[in-house]
T-cell receptor, first 116, second 112 residues
Framework: GNSVTQMEGPVTLSEEAFLTINCTYTATGYPSLFWYVQYPGEGLQLLLKATKADDKGSNKGFEATYRKETTSFHLEKGSVQVSDSAVYFCALSAGYSGGGADGLTFGKGTHLIIQP | DAGITQSPRHKVTETGTPVTLRCHQTENHRYMYWYRQDPGHGLRLIHYSYGVKDTDKGEVSDGYSVSRSKTEDFLLTLESATSSQTSVYFC???????????FGQGTRLTVV
């Protein structure tokens, strides 16, 4: 079956530090890959996505590149801010129907804490 | 923001009682999903729908049922709530299979 593995944290960084959150996946076929962010008490918001190998998704200073050879989709940001404190989820969508394959498969989430 | 409304937002219920959570969308998306979020587990798919009256089970469907009588509404029912069903429940929608999903604000359910 499909699965996503990511570091769970918490990850604590100082403001302006460089951020990397690792994400690796196992999937049949050619999934689309996503990063979602969840702020306290809120639902999940799509942060960025990539739909094929070597695609780079980017948004709000965050980037992630779809690496098929290493089955990875690591999230990076060059200079984090206190407002980036949240839980980040890596996810994949298999894109085919049946057997519960519909819907997104999520990692367990990484709690990021940015200290001023 | 995608037009997704979950109700209620918070609910406390007793063990053994039936509970129905509602998800309403205004986007006319074909696919709708119910997830539960628990510490240490991330989000897990309970049930999903790929059209009116078309539903299927997800990873953690035991103890839950769903119905979709209209495109815009997807109901999740706990026939007899148990303490293990205390969780935060999220509804999500997507327009095309294999693309991103958009999430509601969540329902925090506590079974005592």
């Amino acid at each position: 079956g499909n699965s996503v593995t990511q570091m769970e944290g918490p990850v604590t960084l100082s403001e302006e530090a460089f951020l990397t959150i690792n994400c690796t996946y196992t999937a049949t076929g050619y999934p689309s890959l996503f990063w979602y962010v969840q702020y306290p008490g809120e639902g999940l918001q799509l942060l960025l996505k990539a739909t094929k190998a070597d695609d780079k998704g980017s948004n709000k200073g965050f980037e992630a590149t779809y690496r098929k050879e290493t089955t990875s989709f690591h999230l990076e940001k060059g200079s984090v801010q206190v407002s980036d404190s949240a839980v980040y989820f890596c996810a994949l969508s298999a894109g085919y129907s049946g057997g519960g394959a519909d819907g997104l498969t999520f990692g367990k989430g990484t709690h990021l804490i940015i200290q001023p | 923001d995608a037009g997704i409304t979950q109700s209620p937002r918070h609910k406390v219920t007793e063990t053994g009682t039936p509970v129905t959570l509602r998800c309403h969308q205004t986007e006319n998306h074909r696919y709708m999903y119910w997830y539960r979020q628990d510490p240490g587990h991330g989000l897990r798919l309970i049930h999903y729908s790929y059209g009116v009256k078309d539903t299927d089970k997800g990873e953690v469907s035991d103890g839950y049922s769903v119905s979709r009588s209209k495109t815009e509404d997807f109901l999740l029912t706990l026939e007899s709530a148990t303490s293990s069903q205390t969780s935060v429940y999220f509804c999500a929608i997507s327009e095309v299979l294999g693309t991103e999903a958009f999430f509601g604000q969540g329902t925090r359910l506590t079974v005592v």
